[in-house]
């Protein structure tokens, strides 16, 4: 998935992993295809074992001087996210990328908005 990222040149601002073994371990292969730095990965507590509202916590609390900005944590909590930001997504299989553009200044506004773009891939998509 993170050579796919990088074939579209996707380039982070940020990037947020919850503190579990198998979800920073996914961002830091997915940083190193991108040619980020393994220390520019921010390990967030916030991110292990919540609720989509948290999940919202923690991107409205990003400064919004980034533009970028990549979450890696668990399901089911990551598809409830996912589907309150477009109902376009309903599952979010193991390693799936969901992609949001929002026409949005803030990201306070992340939630409240709908996206202008949606993308979903994963590994087994053809």
């Known amino acids: 998935m993170g050579e796919r990222l990088a074939q579209r040149s996707v380039n982070p601002d940020l990037i947020l992993?919850?503190?579990?073994m198998r979800a920073l371990t996914t961002a830091e292969i997915v940083a190193k295809k991108l040619g980020c730095e393994l220390s520019d990965?921010?390990?967030?507590d916030r991110l292990y074992a919540v609720e989509a509202d948290d999940l919202l916590d923690v991107i409205h609390?990003?400064?919004?001087?980034?533009?970028?900005?990549?979450l890696f944590g668990h399901n089911p909590e990551l598809t409830e996210l996912g589907h309150r930001l477009s109902t376009e997504i309903?599952?979010?299989?193991?390693?799936a990328i969901a992609e949001f553009t929002f026409d949005a200044k803030s990201w306070l506004n992340i939630g409240k908005v709908k996206p202008v773009q949606v993308s979903l891939d994963y590994p087994k998509r053809s």
Not at 17 to 20: C, L, N, T, Y
Not at 41 to 44: R, S
Request: proline content about 8%.
């Open 17 to 20: 992993s919850s503190p579990a």
């Open 41 to 44: 990965i921010v390990v967030d």
């Open 61 to 70: 609390a990003v400064d919004d001087k980034l533009r970028t900005v990549m």
């Open 90 to 95: 309903t599952h979010m299989p193991t390693c």
